[in-house]
Nanobody
């Protein structure tokens, strides 16, 4: 079973920075894309940043220029560097993996999330 575990969340003042990590384990036969989502209280879960196996990246308009998604394949870890944080960034951040199984069936995995709280 594939597992995704996020870490790095915490409390930070507005204007500060945090880096989130997502460690992947288990058998991932055909990864397609990984990404970071977030969900604030009373809000819909939204895509923050994504990265494909080919290295293509995309960001939500609200975080462009402030957040950077990256991946270290040797460590099976994905990162989200977050700079110039504002209280609007307060949310639970989730790691997501999209992949194809042995029979080319579409698969999706989620981590449990890590809480980021930005104080004003």
């Amino acid at each position: 079973q594939v597992q995704l575990v996020e870490s790095g969340g915490g409390l930070v003042q507005a204007g500060g920075s945090l880096t989130l990590s997502c460690l992947a384990s288990g058998s991932i036969l055909r990864p397609n894309a990984m990404g970071w989502y977030r969900q604030a209280p009373g809000k819909q879960r939204e895509l923050v940043a994504g990265i494909t196996t080919g290295g293509s990246r995309n960001y939500a308009d609200s975080v462009k220029g402030r957040f950077t998604i990256s991946r270290d394949n040797a460590k099976n870890t994905m990162y989200l560097q977050m700079n110039s944080l504002t209280p609007e960034d307060t949310a639970v951040y989730y790691c997501n993996l999209k992949a194809y199984g042995k029979n080319y069936d579409a698969l999706e995995y989620w981590g449990k999330g890590t809480l980021v709280t930005v104080s004003s």
